[in-house]
Structure formats: structure tokens, C-alpha cells
Nanobody
Framework: QVQLVESGGGLVQAGGSLRLSCAAS????????MAWFRQAPGKEREFVAR???????LYADSLKGRFTISRDNAKNTVYLQMNSLKPEDTAVYYC??????????????WGQGTQVTISS
């Protein structure tokens, strides 16, 4: 069983930055592919970024250059650094984990989400 707890969300003005953290309670964190997703009001959940256990990165095309995912296997934590934030980045951000991570629609474990609100 994997438990994920996100933190770091909040209210930020447009152009600002936030760093989200996701702490995982799991024996072998390094064996899991970690990802961030988000869901804006009235919209479907969408993929943000993914990092494999070897550090291979994948980003949603629309977010490349502004968002950076990273992981610290020693701390069982994955991060999402978000820069140049825009009002359209407002959403609940979810951390997810999966042994494979190959299917972005089928991650096995999810956190409860953290709210990110960007004011204009």
C-alpha cells in the first residue's frame, strides 16, 4: 500500500512560483514512477508531469519550460516546481504513484490533492 500526502499549495499572484511536495509512505519509493496531475473546476483531470525511478522526465507539452518535476528517493518525496504561474493553472494538484507509470490514465495510487489558486 502506498500513501501519498501533498503539500505546498496556496494562493499566489500571476507570475509567481510555488513548489509542491508529495511525501510517500512506502517501503520502496525508488521503485515507483511518480507523477503530478491536476483538475481545474469543471474540467477533467489532466496530466502534468512524470518522473521514473531513473529520473526520466515527461511533461505535458503545454507546461514545458514552466514546471519542473523532481524526486528525492532518500526522502521519499517528489516535487513540482511551478514558475510563471497563470490564472489558468488554478486547480487541485494531485500526486500519483505507479509501479509502471506507462499508462498515464492508470496510476494506482493517489494523494488527496492540494489546491493551487492563481490570482490575476
Amino acid at each position: 500500500q502506498v500513501q501519498l500526502v501533498e503539500s505546498g499549495g496556496g494562493l499566489v499572484q500571476a507570475g509567481g512560483s510555488l513548489r509542491l511536495s508529495c511525501a510517500a509512505s512506502v517501503h520502496t519509493f525508488s521503485a515507483y514512477v511518480m507523477a503530478w496531475f491536476r483538475q481545474a473546476p469543471g474540467k477533467e483531470r489532466e496530466f502534468v508531469a512524470r518522473v521514473t525511478w531513473r529520473g526520466q522526465l515527461l511533461y505535458a507539452d503545454s507546461l514545458k519550460g514552466r514546471f519542473t518535476i523532481s524526486r528525492d528517493n532518500a526522502k521519499n518525496t517528489v516535487y513540482l516546481q511551478m514558475n510563471s504561474l497563470k490564472p489558468e493553472d488554478t486547480a487541485v494538484y494531485y500526486c500519483a504513484a505507479d509501479p509502471s507509470g506507462a499508462d498515464l490514465s492508470a496510476f494506482s495510487y493517489w494523494g488527496q490533492g492540494t489546491q493551487v489558486t492563481i490570482s490575476s
